[in-house]
């Protein structure tokens, strides 16, 4: 099966994890901007970062054969720094459009200040000026407030709930998400999030539709094979094969397909190849490269 | 230095769109009409940026096709240009970047430095080949030089490969680090625009070192350096042992660099080899047939 992990912070994660990841058969990553775990300084750190997402990140990620999206936007922490948020918000026009960049995200509230407010409404508009897709992040205290509170902005500021993907959300959420017609994303993360025996009871409860699995591993003690064992996990415990297809692939296929700078043709027709070189790095550390004709060995069925 | 800063942009983008109308859909070229128009009109800083950013999504990224009129007008507006390898969405990029206004040099440099510093590779690749384009040209020097320092080959090409600009804007230092760096990283030196006009001694002595670092390495060197060299007697050393080596694409780039040489102990030098001579002499031999036959120039 393959599978897609539409959250994961790659940019705190190995290059072994990108080798285990497609071993276990995922075949395409997004990452969204987020924050590093300490706050930034300057403007300049943010757009270090948003480089890296669009450059180093995806051709390190493509040397393992794994296709490497983003989505670009100002986190909800950071939001609280207004005069760093200003100049971030300078930068995102700089990135937004840029090949591979999937959504505006994740964007939201933490502590639903007003600073939080104002810049996650900017981004909004944004969003809507450049027809993106919009990925958002729920807040871990206060989670069903924020929620309803980031949907009531995203149709405030015109944009179609199919449009919006709603993440980590829970047993409390999942139901208002999904009545009001927004994408639902679960991250399974060791104990601040959903689990992978509790994903299971919501497929088995809400069926599939619209409903997206995802890892959100970052720098933190999490799983970036949280998708694949999430997938077997319902496969062992009696969900239909089709359900779990749509849950850990063709859902964040669906969902971000229509910002057109994601298809399924991207991973079934890339190759690797280990000999190519990004601003003169390479991956490797005194490996022989792996070039690759095809890409038939990834497929686990 | 042959400095050109009297080209007609309106003509260049005029052809750029007369181009594009034949490859793209309508509705895309609807899109970029759209916005160049409102860039040129002194739309958002913002508009500019997502514009330059979004081309792939409405142009696509097919190879352009020009024809030998094309090819000739573009030489015609812009002496040096040849965009004949470019790409829809690189034309695309282009064309937005020509419509930027530019009466204020300081808010338009800004801009585009907006634009290079966090470009990705595409997008720099379509903004060091527009630059023998861009108004205000002296003022790109410093860019373009940073281009030339690029670890990219890509980006590396877009300025040094059939590019007009460091032929009429570097300074002999920045020229030959340019030369060297393309030997070094193995870019075709025939796709260097002018570079035969812009040989000099200094550039002469650093290929010969070159060459000899990698030959007492046993390595051997690409034969079209010797395009630049045969300035000096240390050269004409350099070049007599080539000339006796038993590689015929070797003899030959080294009697042209014989042929080309200033010193007449060149020609002394190149008279002991009467086929190369003549060839040579009867214009069978040229750095374009070199090119063409030896290196598979598509000229
Ligand atoms: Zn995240």
Same mark, same amino acid.
């Given at each position: 099966?393959?599978?897609?992990?539409?959250?994961?912070?790659?940019?705190?994660?190995?290059?072994?994890?990108?080798?285990?990841?497609?071993?276990?058969?995922?075949?395409?990553?997004?990452?969204?901007?987020? !924050?590093?775990?300490?706050?930034?300084?300057?403007?300049?750190?943010?757009?270090?970062?948003?480089?890296?997402?669009?450059? !180093?990140?995806?051709?390190?990620? %493509?040397?393992?054969?794994?296709?490497?999206?983003?989505?670009?936007?100002?986190?909800?922490?950071?939001?609280?720094?207004?005069?760093?948020?200003?100049?971030?918000?300078?930068?995102?026009?700089?990135?937004?459009?840029?090949?591979?960049?999937?959504?505006?995200?994740?964007?939201?509230?933490?502590?639903?200040?007003?600073?939080?407010?104002?810049?996650?409404?900017?981004?909004?508009?944004?969003?809507?000026?450049?027809?993106?897709?919009?990925?958002?992040?729920?807040?871990?205290?206060?989670?069903?407030?924020?929620?309803?509170? %980031?949907?009531?902005?995203?149709?405030?500021?015109?944009?179609?709930?199919?449009?919006?993907?709603?993440?980590?959300?829970?047993?409390?959420?999942?139901?208002?998400?999904?009545?009001?017609?927004? !994408?639902?994303?679960?991250?399974?993360?060791?104990?601040?999030?959903?689990?992978?025996?509790?994903?299971?009871?919501?497929?088995?409860?809400?069926?599939?539709?619209?409903?997206?699995?995802?890892?959100?591993?970052?720098?933190?003690?999490?799983?970036?094979?949280?998708?694949?064992?999430?997938?077997?996990?319902?496969?062992?415990?009696?969900?239909?094969?089709?359900?779990?297809?749509?849950?850990?692939?063709?859902?964040?296929?669906?969902?971000?397909?229509?910002?057109?700078?994601?298809?399924?043709?991207? !991973?079934?027709? %890339?190759?690797?190849?280990?000999?190519?070189?990004?601003?003169?790095?390479?991956?490797?550390?005194?490996?022989?490269?792996?070039?690759?004709?095809?890409?038939?060995?990834?497929?686990?069925? | 230095?042959?400095?050109?800063?009297?080209?007609?942009?309106?003509?260049?983008?005029?052809?750029?769109?007369?181009?594009?109308? &034949?490859?793209?859909?309508?509705?895309?070229?609807?899109?970029?009409?759209?916005?160049?128009?409102?860039?040129?009109?002194?739309?958002?800083?913002?508009?500019?940026?997502?514009?330059?950013?979004?081309?792939?999504?409405?142009?696509?990224?097919?190879?352009?096709?020009?024809?030998?009129?094309?090819?000739?007008?573009?030489?015609?507006?812009?002496?040096?240009?040849?965009?004949?390898?470019?790409?829809?969405?690189?034309?695309?990029?282009?064309?937005?970047?020509?419509?930027?206004?530019?009466?204020?040099?300081?808010?338009?440099?800004?801009?585009?430095?907006?634009?290079?510093?966090?470009?990705?590779? &595409?997008?720099?690749?379509?903004?060091?080949?527009?630059?023998?384009?861009?108004?205000?040209?002296?003022?790109?020097?410093?860019?373009?030089?940073?281009?030339?320092?690029?670890?990219?080959?890509?980006?590396?090409?877009?300025?040094?490969?059939?590019?007009?600009?460091?032929?009429?804007?570097?300074?002999?230092?920045?020229?030959?680090?340019?030369?060297?760096?393309?030997?070094?990283?193995?870019?075709?030196?025939?796709?260097?625009?002018?570079?035969? &006009? &812009?040989?000099?001694?200094?550039?002469?002595?650093?290929?010969?070192?070159?060459?000899?670092?990698?030959?007492?390495?046993?390595?051997?060197?690409?034969?079209?350096?010797?395009?630049?060299?045969?300035?000096?007697?240390?050269?004409?050393?350099?070049?007599?042992?080539?000339?006796?080596?038993?590689?015929?694409?070797?003899?030959?780039?080294?009697?042209?660099?014989?042929?080309?040489?200033?010193?007449?102990?060149?020609?002394?030098?190149?008279?002991?080899?009467?086929?190369?001579?003549?060839?040579?002499?009867?214009?069978?031999?040229?750095?374009?047939?070199?090119?063409?036959?030896?290196?598979?120039?598509?000229?």
């Amino acid at each position: 099966m393959m599978f897609i992990d539409p959250h994961i912070h790659m940019v705190s994660r190995t290059t072994y994890d990108y080798m285990v990841m497609r071993e276990y058969g995922v075949v395409a990553v997004i990452e969204p901007s987020f !924050w590093l775990g300490q706050p930034r300084t300057s403007s300049g750190s943010f757009k270090d970062y948003f480089s890296s997402l669009i450059g !180093w990140e995806r051709f390190r990620a %493509s040397q393992f054969g794994i296709q490497h999206y983003c989505t670009i936007g100002l986190n909800p922490k950071e939001a609280n720094n207004e005069a760093l948020a200003a100049a971030v918000m300078e930068l995102l026009p700089l990135y937004a459009c840029k090949e591979g960049v999937v959504a505006i995200g994740e964007i939201g509230y933490d502590d639903m200040t007003p600073a939080e407010d104002k810049y996650f409404c900017q981004q909004l508009e944004l969003a809507q000026e450049l027809d993106m897709l919009v990925l958002i992040h729920t807040p871990h205290r206060n989670k069903k407030a924020g929620a309803s509170q %980031s949907m009531d902005r995203c149709i405030e500021y015109g944009l179609a709930p199919s449009r919006v993907i709603i993440d980590h959300n829970n047993e409390e959420t999942v139901e208002e998400v999904l009545a009001r017609g927004f !994408w639902a994303a679960f991250t399974i993360y060791p104990h601040t999030k959903m689990g992978n025996a509790r994903m299971v009871e919501i497929v088995r409860q809400y069926g599939c539709d619209r409903i997206i699995v995802d890892s959100s591993a970052d720098w933190g003690v999490s799983d970036p094979l949280a998708v694949p064992k999430t997938a077997q996990l319902m496969l062992e415990r009696g969900i239909p094969e089709a359900h779990v297809k749509a849950v850990c692939y063709e859902n964040a296929l669906a969902a971000y397909s229509q910002s057109h700078q994601f298809s399924e043709s991207d !991973w079934l027709t %890339s190759t690797i190849d280990q000999r190519e070189l990004y601003y003169g790095n390479s991956v490797l550390r005194g490996q022989t490269p792996v070039v690759e004709a095809s890409r038939d060995q990834i497929l686990i069925e | 230095m042959n400095l050109r800063t009297d080209y007609d942009v309106t003509q260049a983008i005029e052809l750029l769109h007369n181009c594009l109308s &034949r490859q793209i859909s309508h509705e895309a070229l609807i899109w970029l009409e759209e916005k160049t128009n409102q860039i040129s009109q002194g739309a958002m800083q913002r508009l500019f940026y997502t514009a330059f950013s979004a081309v792939p999504r409405y142009l696509g990224k097919q190879q352009l096709t020009l024809s030998t009129q094309d090819l000739r007008a573009a030489a015609a507006i812009r002496p040096g240009w040849n965009p004949q390898h470019w790409s829809v969405d690189q034309v695309g990029r282009t064309w937005i970047v020509l419509s930027l206004p530019h009466a204020d040099i300081e808010k338009y440099l800004w801009t585009l430095e907006q634009v290079f510093t966090t470009a990705d590779v &595409r997008e720099l690749i379509a903004l060091y080949q527009s630059l023998p384009l861009m108004p205000h040209p002296e003022k790109h020097y410093a860019r373009a030089a940073e281009g030339v320092r690029s670890n990219m080959t890509s980006v590396f090409n877009a300025v040094a490969l059939r590019n007009p600009y460091p032929a009429e804007y570097f300074d002999d230092l920045a020229w030959n680090q340019m030369i060297l760096k393309a030997v070094f990283v193995g870019s075709p030196l025939y796709l260097i625009h002018n570079s035969d &006009r &812009r040989a000099n001694p200094e550039l002469g002595k650093m290929l010969v070192d070159y060459a000899r670092e990698r030959w007492a390495a046993k390595r051997s060197v690409t034969p079209e350096l010797w395009r630049f060299v045969g300035y000096t007697d240390t050269e004409l050393q350099a070049l007599a042992k080539v000339l006796q080596v038993d590689d015929i694409v070797q003899q030959e780039a080294a009697a042209l660099a014989c042929a080309h040489s200033p010193l007449p102990q060149a020609k002394e030098l190149l008279a002991r080899y009467p086929h190369l001579q003549a060839a040579i002499l009867q214009g069978d031999l040229t750095w374009s047939s070199f090119s063409r036959d030896r290196l598979g120039a598509d000229t």
